[in-house]
C-alpha cells in the first residue's frame, strides 16, 4: 500500500489524468487558429512549441490572489497595518522557512502534528513555519538581552499547515501577530484586547457582532494542582480541553484518562469549564492558590470599562487554546450567532523564551488573527469593501508619432503622484482610449492628438463627472499640474 492517505496511480489512471488536463486547457485556449487574434487579444502561437498543457491550479490547499482578492487582502493588511500602528507596535517578519527544531515541545497539538516539514538538500530538519510565536521567540532571544524591554511588535506572516484538504481546510494562511514581550502584568493582555476590538469597530464590526472570550489558563492549573496531577501534565490537559466543544465532554474525559487523570478529577475538570462568570468562579475557586489568576481577571473587566470595550468581553472557563506553551491569561474572538470558527486568539506565554534557553524569565503574550475567518464574518455581515484599482489616468497617444509627446505628459503626471495608465496601442478613434479607460477604471483620459499637442495642450475628458460642460476640456501642458490643482484634481494616493 502506499503511504496513508496518498494514492497509486497505475497506468490506466495516468492516462484518464492527462488527457482530462490537456482537454482542460485547451478548452481554455479555444479552438483559434495559429496567427489567428482572439478575443482576449492573445496571438495563437504560430512559430513557437506548444508543449503539454501544465496544471494551473496552484499547489492543493494553497490560494492565488488575483488582482480582485490581492485588492481586498491588501485592505485587510491595511487595517491589521492602522492599528497596530495607533496601538505603536513594530513590525518585524521572519522566513517562511524554519528549523523543524523550533516547534519540539510536549502537548499533542495538532498544530504541531500537522507541520509542513521536510528534510532539505543539507539533510537539514525543515519546515514552513506553522505558527510565528516560535520565530518571534527565537529573534528575541538572538538580541541576547541587548534589547529593552518591554517590546510590542507585530508581523503579517504566511503560516502552513499539512493536512488533508477539504472544504474550509486549506493549508496557508495569514496570521496577523501581535505580541508583548517582556511585561508580566495584565496591562499588557489589556493593550492587546483593545487592539483586537480597535480592529473589529475599523472594519465596521461591533460589539453585537462579535465577543472576546477571556479565561485564565492558571485556573485550570490550580484545579490540576488539586487534583495532585503533576505540573508536567499541564501542557496535555489544556490541549485536550481545547477539544471540548469539538469531542464532547465523555471524549475529553477519556482522554484525560489517558494522560493519567482519574476519571473522578476529570469529571471535576470538565464541570469547572461551564463557569461563565468571574463571580462564580470566585465562588468554585474559594481560598485554592490560583497563582493570582481571579485577580488578574478581575483587573481586566475593570480595566475594559476604562478603555471602553467592557461589552465586547466576557468570561469563559472554557477557553484554553490549544497551543501548549499558554502559562495565563488565553481569549479568542468569536462571532456571536455562532457560525463560524474562532476568529482570532492568543494569551500568555511566559516560559516560550526560557524554554528555548533564555537566562532569564521574559514574560511574554500575544495573539494570532487569521486572514480568513474574519473575511467570511464580513461578507456574512455585508460588510464587505468594494474595491477597485485607482488609476486617475489613461493617457492615449493618437499615432504611433506621438508616443514620444504622450511619454511626457505621463511623466509629469506620474511625477505628481498620479496613477497614470499608458494606452500602449495609439488609437486615432477616441473611443478605443474611452473604452480602455472605463476596462482599467481610469477617471479621466489624456488625449494626445496632434493638432492639440502643435499649440501645446492637451485634451483632457472627465469620464466620472456627471455635468456635461466640464466633461472635456484642453489644458496646457505648460502648469499642467498646477491647472489640474485649480480645478480641485490631486492624486487619489494616501
Ligand atoms: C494553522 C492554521 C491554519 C488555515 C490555513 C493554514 C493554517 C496553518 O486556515 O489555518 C496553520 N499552521
Redesign the pocket.
Known amino acids: 500500500e502506499p503511504p496513508s492517505g496518498t494514492r497509486d496511480f497505475f497506468p490506466e489512471q495516468i492516462r484518464l489524468q492527462k488527457a482530462a488536463a490537456k482537454a482542460a486547457h485547451q478548452a481554455a485556449a479555444g479552438a483559434a487558429k495559429p496567427g489567428q487574434k482572439q478575443t482576449s487579444g492573445h496571438t495563437v502561437a504560430e512559430h513557437v512549441e506548444v508543449g503539454r498543457a501544465i496544471e494551473t491550479e496552484p499547489p492543493s490547499g494553497t490560494r492565488d490572489f488575483f488582482p480582485e482578492q490581492m485588492r481586498l487582502q491588501n485592505w485587510l493588511f491595511g487595517h491589521f497595518r492602522a492599528t497596530a500602528r495607533r496601538f505603536a507596535f513594530q513590525e518585524y517578519d521572519a522566513p517562511v522557512l524554519e528549523s523543524e527544531e523550533l516547534y519540539k515541545r510536549k502537548g499533542g497539538e495538532e ?1 504541531t502534528e ?1 507541520m509542513y516539514n521536510f528534510v532539505d538538500k543539507d539533510g537539514k530538519n525543515v519546515t514552513l513555519r ?2 510565528m510565536t516560535p520565530s518571534l521567540a527565537r529573534m528575541i532571544l538572538s538580541l541576547g538581552g541587548k534589547v529593552l524591554l518591554p517590546v510590542k511588535w507585530f508581523s503579517l506572516p504566511q ?3 499539512f493536512e488533508t484538504v477539504q472544504r474550509g481546510r ?4 495569514y496570521q496577523w501577530n501581535m505580541d508583548i514581550i517582556g511585561e508580566k502584568s495584565v496591562a499588557a493582555e489589556i493593550e492587546l484586547l483593545a487592539a483586537v476590538v480597535d480592529f473589529f469597530r475599523g472594519i465596521g464590526i461591533t460589539a453585537a457582532d462579535v465577543g472576546l472570550k477571556v479565561n485564565s489558563r492558571r485556573v485550570l492549573s490550580a484545579i490540576l494542582t488539586k487534583f495532585g496531577i503533576a505540573p508536567d501534565q499541564f501542557p496535555f490537559v489544556c490541549v485536550i480541553v481545547d477539544k471540548l466543544d469539538k469531542i464532547g465532554a465523555d471524549a475529553v474525559v477519556e482522554l484525560l484518562l489517558g494522560q493519567g487523570v482519574a476519571e473522578a478529577a476529570g469529571r471535576q475538570i470538565v464541570a469547572s469549564l461551564s463557569l461563565k462568570s468571574v463571580d462564580e468562579l470566585k465562588l468554585l475557586m474559594g481560598d485554592t492558590d490560583d497563582g493570582g489568576a481571579v485577580d488578574e481577571l478581575v483587573t481586566i473587566f475593570e480595566m475594559a470599562e476604562a478603555y471602553g470595550f467592557a461589552d465586547w468581553i466576557l468570561f469563559d472557563a472554557s477557553v484554553v487554546r490549544g497551543l501548549a506553551y499558554y502559562t495565563g491569561i488565553v481569549f479568542e474572538g468569536f462571532d456571536r450567532r455562532g457560525e463560524l470558527r474562532a476568529i482570532c486568539g492568543g494569551g500568555r506565554y511566559d516560559k516560550l523564551l526560557s524554554l528555548y534557553g533564555s537566562p532569564e524569565v521574559v514574560p511574554a503574550c500575544g495573539f494570532g488573527f ?1 486572514d ?1 475567518v474574519v473575511i467570511e464574518l464580513l461578507k456574512e455581515r455585508g460588510l464587505l469593501p468594494t474595491l477597485e484599482p485607482e488609476v486617475d489616468f489613461v493617457v492615449a497617444p493618437y499615432n504611433a508619432e506621438l508616443r514620444a509627446a504622450c511619454a511626457k505628459v505621463a511623466a509629469l503626471l506620474r511625477g505628481a503622484g498620479f496613477a497614470v495608465d499608458v494606452l500602449l496601442e495609439p488609437a486615432k478613434k477616441v473611443k478605443k482610449a474611452f473604452e480602455y479607460a472605463d476596462r482599467v477604471r481610469g477617471d479621466r483620459v489624456f488625449f494626445v492628438a496632434p493638432d492639440e499637442w502643435a499649440s501645446g495642450k492637451v485634451r483632457m475628458k472627465d469620464l466620472r463627472s456627471g455635468s456635461a460642460d466640464d466633461k472635456e476640456v484642453d489644458l496646457p501642458l505648460d502648469g499642467l499640474i498646477a491647472a489640474l490643482a485649480e480645478m480641485g484634481i490631486t492624486s487619489s494616493a494616501k
Do not use: D, F, Y
Not at 486549506?170 to 494562511?173: C, F, I, N, S, V
Open positions: 498544530i500537522q506553522p505558527e503560516c502552513w499547515r486549506k493549508r496557508e494562511h487569521g480568513c
